[in-house]
């Protein structure tokens, strides 16, 4: 059980588009989200938190504007990178705290790449 | 607040020597730890939590840690490594619904 799937795992896009990046909670219901940003061979970077039917809580130094966070459903969170630059080129992560709200499973990530 | 360190970001062993991967974390309440272990291009996994109880928590693939209060530590340890545990292990304290991971520890392996 508990299992949080990401989608999707890859993906390729050109400057100036924007991107779409899925968290689905399978088997559980999630009322608080995560979405982080990992770069190469460093820890995951915190990006902001979700909770269901309200706004996301960014962490400070992200474009709350560039990094749009919808958690419409107990089981959904997106992530939007609007605008996408090379720079945003990286591994993004997203987890749920599980059914008793103590511990976050993880999707699988997903690898953006903007050229 | 809460906070993780992991004293060491690279830790390279040999083949079935043990291993042990540092953590202390700092907190003023009551905290959940955990140790997750993420593989090249893939998301975490978690491999065992201590939230209650014994403070010696085994985990899978013949992982275990031991949660001690005074020290405010959580080292994860394993007395036999084998090449495919090769990867990055993270630290993390959860509290008040937020999750706080250390920077990480790559564990190398070597054959």
């Known amino acids: 059980g508990a299992v949080v799937s990401q989608h999707p795992s890859w993906v390729i896009c050109k400057s100036g588009t924007s991107v779409k990046i899925e968290c689905r909670s399978l088997?559980?219901?999630?009322?608080?989200m995560f979405w982080y940003r990992q770069f190469p061979k460093q820890s995951l970077m915190l990006m902001a938190t979700s909770n269901e039917g309200s706004k996301a809580t960014y962490e400070q130094g992200v474009e709350k504007d560039k990094f749009l966070i919808n958690h419409a459903s107990l089981t959904l969170s997106t992530l939007t990178v609007t605008s996408a630059h090379p720079e945003d080129s990286s591994f993004y992560i997203c987890s749920a705290l599980g059914p008793q709200g103590i511990t976050a499973f993880f999707g699988q990530g997903t690898r953006l790449t903007v050229v | 607040a809460q906070s993780v360190t992991q004293l060491d970001s690279q830790v390279p062993v040999f083949e079935e020597a043990p291993v042990e991967l540092r953590c202390n974390y700092s907190?003023?309440?009551?905290?959940?730890l955990f140790w997750y272990v993420q593989y090249p291009n893939q998301g975490l996994q978690l491999l065992l939590k201590?939230?209650?109880?014994?403070?010696l928590v085994k985990g899978i693939n013949g992982f275990e840690a031991e949660f001690n209060k005074s020290q405010t530590s959580f080292h994860l340890r394993k007395p036999s490594v084998h090449i495919s545990d090769t990867a990055e292990y993270f630290c993390a304290v959860s509290g008040s619904n937020q999750f706080y991971f250390g920077t990480g520890t790559s564990l190398t392996v070597i054959p």
């Open positions: 088997d559980f219901q999630a009322t608080t």
């Open positions: 907190s003023s309440v009551s905290v959940y």
């Open positions: 201590y939230l209650s109880g014994s403070t």
